[in-house]
């Protein structure tokens, strides 16, 4: 078992499909993937940063992303690195042109997700975001994503 280290540009990938699935394709039934945003949580945001639905949104999808590239930072890191890593933090663009299929995001997602564990089993996800992460594979797998790509 090794721990491989996801790029900025997969992170960026990652987080535009799931935006292009999760939002821009909520209106979509065959087409959109539910990312599970609270809409209370939304509603405040939204209130309080005085930004769109969608804004808000794309932020939380991108807090998301964040929080599964540190983990997979602290994965590799812990294993191969040492006493003193040095953790990215990922700013995403507001949009890359390039949205994975489906199928595609699926095994990026399941590859990460195998990538925040350590060579010991060490998991570096957190539970919310591992739970999270679970029910968005799951929901994109019963999406047809087999059948359509």
């Known amino acids: 078992m090794s721990v491989a280290l996801f790029s900025r540009q997969e992170f960026q990938e990652i987080r ?9 394709c909520e209106n979509n039934f065959y087409e959109r993937i539910w990312f599970g ?7 405040k945001m939204t209130e309080f940063n005085k930004s769109s639905e969608r804004e ?3 932020a939380m ?4 992303v964040k929080k599964l590239a540190i983990a ?9 690195q040492g006493e003193n890593p040095v953790l990215e933090f990922p700013e995403f663009e507001n949009r890359s042109k ?11 997602l ?5 990538n925040c564990i350590d ?8 539970r919310e975001i591992e739970g999270k992460l679970k029910d968005l594979m799951l929901n994109i797998a019963s999406n047809k994503f087999l059948r359509e790509n």
């Open 56 to 58: 808000v949104k794309e």
């Open 16 to 24: 535009d499909s799931i935006v292009y699935y999760a939002v821009d």
């Open 72 to 80: 997979n930072q602290c994965a590799f890191y812990y294993n191969y």
């Open 37 to 43: 945003f609270n809409q209370s949580e939304v509603e």
């Open 110 to 114: 399941s590859n990460l997700e195998y």
């Open 98 to 108: 390039s949205v994975l299929s489906k199928k595609e995001l699926f095994e990026k």
């Open 119 to 126: 060579n010991n089993g060490n998991n570096f996800l957190p």
């Open 61 to 64: 999808i991108g807090w998301f």
